[in-house]
């Protein structure tokens, strides 16, 4: 690790136990006070926290015009808890008045939205989007909730769920639906399983649909699919300067577990791009045919359509993003800033939250910050920017449960200030600039470029950046391919997504149903140490008895677990089982 990394990750350890130094002048790089809440900013802005931690943690947020934060919960686990509602009452900055509402006995708990229309909040679940109209002078709205849109699919998966929205100016609100798919296997994350062609899922997820903003009681079919060929689209805002949508699609993932011999770790860590696309009615973003390689700068078959990294194949008409930014940065809010606080070369621009990777391994984690991209005309350009950092709190991230926060909302205040969510205590920030906007240039963005970390590395060298590097394989061969991505390699998972193997009772409990676990998978609302999880475990019955006897052995006895080992014989009369039962 370098002089400048140590020095890093020593000024971060010391922000998190809560010491942090009133400046840093060492090769000018960015003041990071106190009263920033931690976060590295461009000089002549400051960042005040609004509130340490939620219950309910956050996501997704927005700011009414007399200054109310509507936040919308990360975990809900009543009816009436879906809407977390801020004031500040004395001016100090901070809110003393905290009170939840909204959503209904059929919410899930994994959810994002949230924006204020015309009047009216709007918030999403999982399977619906929701508005209040909002009474003034009052924090928790009292008018009757409507359900603007059902998800009315049957779910038997649960990828790629959330219902990011929008509206433009003519009284349109728009809806992604994700796929529920890695790449439209016929067995969804199964090693070389082809991909479906054609891709039934575009028929009805995939893409974005446009709805009416003011129509009660929708379903997908009262819409129109308004662009195809997205996998998962979290972050998406319509920007008014061109009157267009824009969206950030998440990359597929996996291609090192289902595609051993054709990409390496380091491929499947930085590969494909998160695109930042512009959306026209009309537009394919290529999914699952195609992903974008940001460093080819072209778009390249999947391997379960006969790819292998670099044939283009037949092509299409797909869309080519604005930029490609690295893989798995997670971007999952877009802000396209209308403010006049904020220095002129910020006007018309975006913001964008990266949540930041959970499968970069045996690379470090990254994302983890928030990112700018500066407008031409109305248009977003080619180039983009640190703007925020500091996030994690630890340089590099080996684990994703080693971020100490992880940013995700963002909303843009009535006098033009900034407001960002994370997720992992439910913190916000309100970024206000206090310098002289005409002093403003070169010179402040370049102190944010001097201050690299591995967290935004555009591309990590491949031999030097592998944390693995000159270390003997620990643990299981097994566990590294097939587990580790979403697990992470110390067994403690994502805090959401992806559940511990630590102290699970999943996991130390019951051989029987750990094992058909592994040959079965799992998918739908599980509980695992008192925390509710809805995700898709993949089947592994094309792993041998040996080898899920290994693999489950190891985590068994790691992780902090003492239990029994599995062996092959054990897995094979639960096999057999399965097989005589079908």
């Not at 998966?157 to 003519?170: Q, S, V, W």
């Not at 090693?191 to 039934?200: D, F, H, R």
């Not at 575009?202 to 009416?212: C, M, N, Y």
Request: proline fraction near 6%; charge should be neutral; aromatic fraction near 10%.
């Amino acid at each position: 690790m370098s002089n400048f990394y140590k020095k890093s990750l020593a000024l971060a350890l010391l922000t998190v136990v809560g010491f942090v130094p009133h400046d840093e002048t060492a090769n000018n790089l960015p003041v990071q006070t106190a009263k920033n809440g931690g976060l590295f900013l461009p000089e002549g802005f400051e960042a005040t926290v609004v509130v340490d931690s939620l219950p309910g943690r956050a996501r997704h947020l927005a700011v009414n015009s007399n200054g109310d934060i509507y936040v919308k919960a990360r975990f809900v686990r009543e009816p009436g808890e879906s809407v977390i509602a801020l004031r500040d009452t004395n001016g100090d900055g901070r809110a003393d008045i905290i009170k939840r509402f909204g959503g209904h006995a059929r919410e899930r708990a994994y959810g994002t939205g949230m924006r204020i229309h015309n009047g009216y909040l709007y918030f999403s679940s999982e399977l619906f989007v929701y508005r209040y109209k909002l009474t003034p002078g009052k924090l928790v709205p009292e008018s009757p909730e409507e359900i603007i849109v059902e998800d009315d699919h049957p779910h038997g998966m649960h990828e790629h769920i959330a219902k990011p929205l929008t509206f433009d100016n003519k009284g349109h609100i728009y809806v992604a639906y994700g796929a529920p798919s890695n790449a439209c296997q016929e067995r969804n994350r199964i090693p070389s399983s082809p991909g479906m062609t054609p891709c039934a899922m575009l028929e009805d997820h995939g893409g974005i649909w446009q709805f009416d903003a003011n129509k009660i009681g929708q379903t997908q079919k009262d819409g129109r699919r308004y662009a195809t060929g997205l996998r998962s689209v979290v972050a998406m805002d319509w920007n008014h300067a061109d009157q267009t949508l824009y969206a950030l699609q998440h990359g597929r993932d996996d291609l090192l577990m289902l595609w051993a011999g054709v990409y390496s770790p380091w491929q499947s860590a930085v590969l494909p791009s998160e695109e930042f696309l512009r959306i026209k009615e009309g537009t394919d973003g290529g999914w699952p045919y195609v992903y974008y390689d940001q460093m080819l700068g072209k778009k390249v078959l999947n391997p379960e359509y006969g790819g292998d990294g670099e044939d283009v194949g037949k092509g299409g008409p797909y869309e080519k993003p604005i930029i490609g930014f690295p893989g798995h940065w997670a971007p999952n809010d877009i802000l396209f800033y209308q403010g006049n606080q904020f220095p002129d070369r910020y006007k018309n621009g975006s913001f964008i939250a990266f949540h930041g990777s959970t499968n970069r391994a045996p690379y470090p984690q990254a994302g983890y910050f928030i990112a700018f991209v500066p407008s031409k005309k109305g248009v977003p350009s080619s180039n983009w920017e640190v703007f925020a950092d500091g996030f994690a709190g630890v340089d590099p991230i080996v684990n994703v449960s080693d971020a100490v926060y992880r940013p995700m909302g963002i909303a843009m205040g009535p006098d033009g200030s900034l407001y960002l969510a994370e997720t992992e205590k439910g913190k916000i920030w309100k970024i206000t600039y206090k310098g002289d906007k005409k002093k403003f240039g070169p010179a402040q963005l370049a102190q944010m470029e001097k201050r690299k970390t591995m967290s935004h590395i555009r591309t990590p060298d491949e031999v030097k950046d592998n944390l693995d590097k000159d270390k003997p394989v620990l643990g299981s061969k097994i566990y590294g391919i097939y587990c580790r991505a979403c697990h992470q390699r110390n067994g403690l998972g994502d805090s959401q997504r992806f559940p511990p193997l630590s102290e699970s009772e999943w996991v130390v409990g019951d051989k029987k149903r750990l094992i058909e676990v592994l040959l079965k998978g799992l998918e739908g609302p599980i509980e695992v140490k008192g925390q509710s999880y809805n995700n898709v475990m993949p089947q592994h019955d094309f792993l041998k008895d040996g080898e899920i006897a290994e693999v489950l052995t190891f985590i068994r006895q790691n992780f902090g677990n003492s239990a029994s080992a599995i062996t092959a014989e054990e897995v094979g009369t639960v096999r057999k089982a399965i097989k005589d039962k079908k």
